[in-house]
């Protein structure tokens, strides 16, 4: 039976106060090797993230503060013919607090539809807290989160995505680039219309989606769901969680998981290569394989219909 998996991240505005003061200009016009605002906030708590830029990318850091979260604003006025392309004026730039939520936002005033009008960048360097939740979004730029434990939401709608050393919730949406989560566990959404999506050294339930690229994981140890349209798909197992259960329409699926009593097998494809075949109870042809393989156990399920599937138990 085929799982689809559809999540939707919602997108979001910010409501606050233009910032007061900035404290670090360089003759007068930004820089993009120094901050162009930097704020500093104490916090309670878990506390929360809200960050978003127009055009930019976002980082999110380490603390060395268990209270304290840092907001650093960099400004790249890249190139342009045109004076008004780069106006600041152009741009409302909030960074507050409310509450226990931190807000950090860059929102362009008006439409500017000049010749190199989006030639302007601000990107966001967040220092937090391990607990600290976040809902970040850039609609064209990278999003990279380090060292956090809490509820991560993340959308780009031109970059790549980066998490390392994450644990607890994370949700994360590109619309043309890659997905990279490394050294985390929890449970992980990751969906990209037209890049790969790898995962290394986590742990948890993985629920994966991309259209034109590649499901690539190592060293996994849990449960994963992945859809894939046009794309291969490769996963390594160091332990299997409740199961495993693999879609593709157009590419191969690569599978290797632990020795244990045995698992329950439904695998379907142009062609599979299980050299254990011969000691599974129940269908084997070449093209599908469904039965128990040793003493039962979580199933794996894996499908491709223009495809190849390679299964090996290690």
Known sequence: MAIYLFFVI?????????????TTTENGRPSTSKPYITKEFSISGAGALKAFTANGNIDVL???SIDQVTVELYVDRGFSFWSNANNLDNF???????????????ERKKRDTGLFSGSISFSF??????????????????????EVHGQQM???????????????????????????????????????????????????????????????SERISGTMLGRVKNGDISARFIRVGK?????????????????????QLMLRGSKIQFAESDE???????????????????PIELRTYAGKIMLEIK
């Open 280 to 298: 599974v109870d129940g269908q084997i042809e070449t093209d599908h394989i469904k039965g128990r393989y040793g003493d039962s156990g979580p």
């Open 154 to 216: 993340v959308k780009t709608g031109g970059g790549h995505i980066s998490v390392t050393d994450a644990s607890g919730q994370f949700k994360g949406y590109t619309s043309a680039g890659n997905i990279e989560i490394k050294d985390s566990q929890g449970t992980i959404y990751a969906q990209s219309e037209s890049g790969d999506i790898r995962i290394d050294r986590s742990s948890g339930e993985f629920r994966l989606r991309t259209k034109e690229g590649n499901i690539l």
């Open 62 to 64: 380490p603390s060395s």
């Open 243 to 263: 199961g495993i259960n693999l879609e593709t329409t157009a590419g191969d699926i690569d599978v290797e998981v632990p020795n244990r009593t045995g698992y």
């Open 10 to 22: 919602p997108t979001y505005s910010f409501n606050g106060g233009v910032v007061d003061s900035i």
């Open 125 to 146: 360097k967040i220092y937090v807290p391990e607990s600290m939740s976040s809902e970040l979004k850039t609609l064209s730029g990278d999003i990279s989160l380090a």
């Open 92 to 106: 409302r730039i909030t960074i507050l607090k409310r509450d226990n939520e931190i807000v950090a936002s860059v």
